[in-house]
């Protein structure tokens, strides 16, 4: 299995508190990605990273911000966190040689209750 | 907009039979079509990937087809055992570009009942 963690695994918080989920790699890859899975929706892409310090937006990245300081750690902030961002949040990452097919690499996930 | 529709949503079939999953896709312009494994309350696993100049892929007892003019994959499981009970995602990539953005499926529920 591909080096991926994610802290913490679960959480309990309460609406209008900020919120960061961390993303650890040991595989030093390149590109890194932060999704949600919810009922009906499927996983949507919320940030992704494709460089230390270059990051951009996914479609569902409104309330979200992210940052990259370390090729190892990719970290998701929820600025003030709403009932509607209760879901599980699943880190990728990924080598980056797409022509070569190569795939993204999930890590276990956290599940994010906001009450 | 790139929309990824994976039915049936859940399946049930007994042990040993040959089965198919199907995944449609509005936009033909992609630059490859996965497969991903995900068990109950785990992450995702890849299974297959199919670049978007190919038109199928094998592992094992799984082979993944891919017609892009028609927006079509199919992912056929033979010799199905209960070891394969999963929720089976179909995820393409977003557009030409490389940046590896992916467009999920909501995936099909598979149980595989001994």
């Known amino acids: 299995d591909a080096g991926i963690t994610q802290s913490p695994r679960h959480k309990v918080t309460e609406t209008g508190t900020p919120v960061t989920l961390r993303c650890h790699q040991t595989?030093?890859?390149?590109?890194m990605y932060w999704y949600r899975q919810d009922p009906g929706h499927g996983l949507r892409l919320i940030h992704y990273?494709?460089?230390?310090?270059?990051?951009d937006k996914g479609e569902v990245s409104d309330g979200y911000s992210v940052s990259r300081s370390k090729t190892e750690d990719f970290l998701l902030t929820l600025e003030s966190a709403t009932s509607s961002q209760t879901s599980v949040y699943f880190c990728a990452i990924s080598p980056g040689q797409f022509l070569r097919g190569e795939t993204q690499y999930f890590g276990p996930g956290t599940r994010l209750l906001v009450l | 907009k790139q929309e990824v529709t994976q039915i049936p949503a859940a399946l049930s079939v007994p042990e040993g039979e040959n089965l198919v999953l199907n995944c449609s896709f509005t936009?033909?312009?992609?630059?490859?079509l996965q497969w991903f494994r995900q068990d109950p309350g785990k992450g995702l696993t890849s299974l297959l990937l199919i670049q978007s100049s190919q038109r199928e892929q094998t592992s094992g007892r799984l082979n993944a087809s891919l017609d892009k003019s028609s927006g079509r994959s199919t992912l056929y499981i033979a010799a199905s055992q209960p070891g394969d009970s999963a929720t089976y995602l179909c995820?393409?990539?977003?557009?030409?570009?490389?940046?590896?953005?992916?467009?999920f499926g909501q995936g099909t529920t598979l149980q595989v009942k001994p």
């Open positions: 995820a393409v990539s977003r557009g030409s570009s490389n940046t590896g953005k992916l467009i």
């Open positions: 990273s494709y460089g230390v310090k270059d990051t």
């Open positions: 595989e030093n890859h390149r590109y």
């Open positions: 936009d033909s312009a992609i630059y490859n």
